[in-house]
């Protein structure tokens, strides 16, 4: 993939020990000129000093760099971790020699530990020295915690003749059951947009996305997804059809950080998107769509390959949307594994395993009652899952 994507924007992603492993542990992204900022934010009231900071900051609806730890959370620090927010803010800013409003802040790993803020501080240098517009692996590689792979989409688009990028970066391995947003993603487009349909636009494209997936049903602390547009390609995000076409790959851009996210489940084995229809409203088929895909024994059977159907019923059942079991039909892709709220027998048992084998499946509830529907996309729950979040601290 060509790493030189947005016009004006600069990224980079440096060792600064805040990590035991030794590996790559903070990054920036840096923009030219100012940009427009959006930013969407957990709703966990437990919120990080960073997540405190940015909802402060992004009112302006301006930004020109985005600092970035990973190895700590910054989360449950009192008042000196929102003090070390704003400080690690300023060394970017004083290094930039930019405002130190202009600068945002985001942070993850391991809640209640303070940050390393020396460690920061003698590191920023380099992190800025290091800056470049293909930098963005580099800045990807940095803000990972169990990630196993950097997680970055691109797309080109051309409004009005001229041709614009928007490219997103996401991290996020467990701790997945996003409300408004994941744990971090970024995405910069070198396409002018104003601050309001930014905003706008971000909040309707994270409800297709980051909204529609789980990995274990834990929203995080620190759930952040920032977009900054610097206008530096010429195209302009002006009419009506401009926006919507705009909206559309932006759509795209998190809709794939949000497939990437769950694939790289802490432990996956498999990605499965849930699809739940014929309900009376879409609110209904969401509620049922989130409980299947959160429900432990759902995946544990998934990861077991064991087309226990049961569970898949039970868990709309007491999703708390309205429907009669005797109606529901589920399949498994294709295969039809229940009709009319009974199993089909050993025959489709033995198919529907078949399909459970495979690293990326499908299971469609039908209600057959309404038109709602809605889907949302989840991983198993394996061995390794347990393994890495028992020792996650040590």
Known sequence: MKKIL????????????????GQKDLGLIYSEVPASVAGVFTRNRVQAAPVLVDRERIKKGLCRAVIVNSGSANCCTGDQGLKDAISEARLAAYELDISEELVLVASTGVIGKPLAL????????????SLSPDGINDFAQAIMTTDTVPKIISRNGNIGGSGFNITGVAKGAGMICPDMATMLCFVCTDAT?????????????????????????????????LVMANGMSGAVVGSRADKTYFQELLDEVLKELAKMVVKDGEGATK????????????????????????????????????????????????????????????????VLMVRNGMGCGDAAEIEA????????????????????????????????YVKINADYRS
């Open 193 to 225: 947009v104003s601050p309001d349909f930014l905003k706008e636009v971000l909040a309707s494209s994270v409800e297709k996305s980051f909204n529609r997936i789980t990995i274990d049903g834990d929203t995080s602390t620190n759930d952040t997804v």
């Open 271 to 334: 990605l499965v998107d849930i699809i739940v229809k014929g309900t009376a409203s879409g609110s209904d088929a969401e509620k049922i769509a989130k409980t299947i895909a959160n429900s432990s024994l759902v995946k544990t059977a998934l990861f077991g390959e064991d087309a226990n159907w049961g569970r898949i019923l039970a868990a709309a059942g007491r999703s708390g949307a309205e429907f009669d079991p005797g109606l529901v039909d589920i399949y498994f892709d294709d």
């Open 118 to 129: 020396d460690k920061i501080k003698a590191a920023v240098p380099e992190l800025i020295k």
């Open 6 to 21: 947005c016009k004006g924007f600069s990224f980079s992603g440096v060792v600064s020990g805040l990590k035991k492993n």
């Open 353 to 384: 395993t078949k399909v459970l084998k495979k690293p990326e499946l499908s299971i469609t509830v039908d209600l057959k009652t309404g038109d709602g529907k809605a889907s949302v996309l989840t991983c198993d729950f394996s061995i390794d």
